[in-house]
């Protein structure tokens, strides 16, 4: 077999690739070696400004697999025989740190997919936990910058983090589970996955219900405690994706199990929490787990600057069948994600391999910064136009929707959304176990102890406010790992 030849970018072939061109075998260098620039050019360009949040990401290939019929609540083609297989990317992540960060740093962890199906890519960008700090996108900016550097030291700040947490009570829900043993996930194969954010569904009578997408890990959920986290973060800080990688690579391929929450309109009325609230859970008891089918991750990819890092993921990429909810934060990150990748890899971002819907796309954008697709040829770049045979295919209509007012306005809150508590204490005394309480706790103090400054105090007993709503004895635990003293009226102020 013919080797391959080594060659520039444009295709020319060359010898001299470890000289430059030079006046004499010590005399100054000529500009003319143009392979010398090209080469420095190119390296000086590698780095592609990095995610605002989910920068340190690992990602695999595989397949999702059509295990149980739910066609009577969407008619998705990607659901639509069992048995079905259909092409997926998925993209794990930690959110607050850098592309250099640890991958066992206590946060969330990002759980992106991408399913390649016959009517579009359909992207569930979620995370490993099902509920968020906030509810509302205008404070989302605010609550990463909290995650961030602070502006005068350039050092991460618990201050920051407990002082905005302090303010905004609707945190202390994920808030709880960033600080348990979940914060810390052993490895990316080794965690759960939720869509997070309410979805619909519509069936074949477009007819519409609401609904909540878990991943559940056939591995088995397995965390650092916070020592070992820490341990692991100097020893090996690249734990999570040596982990995926090296399983994929001995055939030990990770599996999750899909499942659905369903809600219908009448339910999602009645329910006692606003259903589009992402501080809030749908308890299973009373809307129950639905076996759909399985993700199986079961190729790396061959490398990863093509595939992980320029993949991008958008809420706003449904297909029919699967639509949007009134999700206040679902609503913001359908404009925001596709925002993000045109600033980070162009406007069309969606002509990069991993993007691509890998089957027939037609539209009438064209040109912008790295066209290199067809660029439509010769066809019309408008519409309506009397030379193509496009067709706007009524089938894929969706129902309208009935809005449940006319008035719009800034509201602050609906009757059902200032209980920020009830759900945070049934997670603390019935879904926590007693090593879990002592570690949430320990996690809590060690956190909370960094807070400094002339606003210490304040900010501490603002937060201890929150835990005692929650749970009487949590609060207590945390105000006794603090140092905090605590007297009776303090207590009474603390549990109102």
């Known amino acids: 077999m013919e080797k391959k030849k080594l060659t520039t970018a444009s295709g020319r072939p060359y010898y001299d690739f470890e000289n430059t061109q030079s006046v004499g075998p010590r005399g100054p260098l000529l500009l003319q070696d143009y392979l010398l620039h090209e080469d420095m050019a190119h390296f000086n360009r590698e780095r592609i400004p990095e995610r605002v949040v989910h920068a340190k990401g690992s990602g695999a290939f595989g397949t999702f697999v059509v295990?149980?019929?739910?066609?009577?609540?969407?008619?998705?083609?990607?659901f639509n025989e069992i048995g079905k297989q259909t092409r997926i990317f998925l993209r794990f992540s930690t959110v607050g740190g850098e592309m250099g960060s640890a991958d066992t740093e206590r946060d969330p962890r990002g759980f992106a997919l991408k399913f390649y199906t016959e009517d579009g890519n359909w992207d569930l960008v979620g995370n490993n936990t099902p509920v968020f700090?906030?509810?509302?996108?205008?404070?989302?900016?605010?609550?990463?910058?909290?995650?961030?550097?602070?502006?005068r030291t350039h050092c991460k700040s618990p201050t920051m983090m407990w002082d905005f947490w302090s303010l905004n009570p609707e945190s202390l829900h994920q808030v709880l589970?960033?600080?348990?043993?979940?914060?810390?996930?052993?490895?990316?194969?080794?965690?759960?996955?939720?869509?997070?954010?309410?979805f619909s569904l519509i069936n074949k009578d477009n007819e519409r219900v609401w609904v909540k997408f878990h991943f559940k890990t056939q591995q088995g959920i397995k965390n650092f405690v916070n020592d070992d986290a820490v341990t692991t973060k100097g020893t090996d800080p690249d734990h999570a994706q040596r982990d995926l990688v090296n399983a994929i690579d001995n055939k030990e391929f990770p599996r999750w199990n899909m499942k659905i929450q369903v809600m219908t309109d009448e339910q999602a009325k009645a329910f006692r929490w606003n259903p589009f609230d992402l501080t809030k859970v749908w308890p299973h008891g009373d809307f129950p787990l639905i076996d759909v089918g399985y993700i199986e991750l079961n190729e790396v990819p061959k490398n990863y600057f093509r595939d992980v890092e320029q993949s991008a993921f958008a809420p706003a990429h449904v297909v029919d069948g699967i639509g949007y909810s009134p999700d206040k934060m679902l609503q913001g990150r359908i404009l925001s994600y596709p925002d993000a990748?045109?600033?980070?890899?162009?406007?069309?971002?969606?002509?990069?391999?991993?993007?691509?819907?890998?089957?027939?796309?037609?539209?009438?954008?064209?040109?912008g910064h790295m066209q290199v697709g067809t660029n439509g040829e010769d066809s019309p770049n408008y519409r309506p136009n009397s030379f193509d045979d496009v067709v706007a295919d009524e089938s894929y209509k969706e129902p309208a929707q009935v809005l449940d007012s006319n008035i719009a306005d800034w509201f602050d809150r609906n009757e059902n959304d200032n209980d920020h508590y009830t759900q945070p204490g049934l997670l603390y005394t019935k879904?926590?176990?007693?090593?879990?309480?002592?570690?949430?706790?320990?996690?809590?103090?060690?956190?909370?102890?960094?807070?400094?400054?002339?606003?210490?105090?304040?900010?501490?007993?603002?937060?201890?406010c929150h835990f005692f709503r929650a749970n009487i004895g949590l609060g207590m635990a945390i105000a006794q790992g603090l140092g905090v003293t605590l007297d009776e009226n303090a207590m009474k102020h603390m549990n109102k």
Do not use: W
Not at 438 to 444: E, F
């Open 67 to 78: 295990t149980h019929d739910i066609s009577k609540y969407t008619k998705a083609k990607v």
């Open 431 to 464: 879904a926590m176990n007693d090593a879990d309480r002592k570690n949430l706790v320990s996690n809590i103090v060690g956190a909370m102890s960094g807070i400094d400054g002339p606003k210490r105090d304040e900010i501490i007993n603002r937060q201890l």
């Open 133 to 151: 700090f906030i509810k509302d996108p205008k404070k989302f900016s605010h609550f990463i910058h909290t995650q961030k550097r602070h502006p």
């Open 177 to 198: 589970i960033l600080m348990s043993d979940r914060g810390t996930p052993f490895s990316y194969r080794h965690m759960d996955g939720f869509g997070s954010h309410t």
């Open 341 to 367: 990748h045109r600033y980070r890899l162009g406007v069309n971002y969606e002509q990069i391999p991993v993007n691509q819907c890998p089957y027939m796309t037609t539209n009438y954008q064209r040109d």
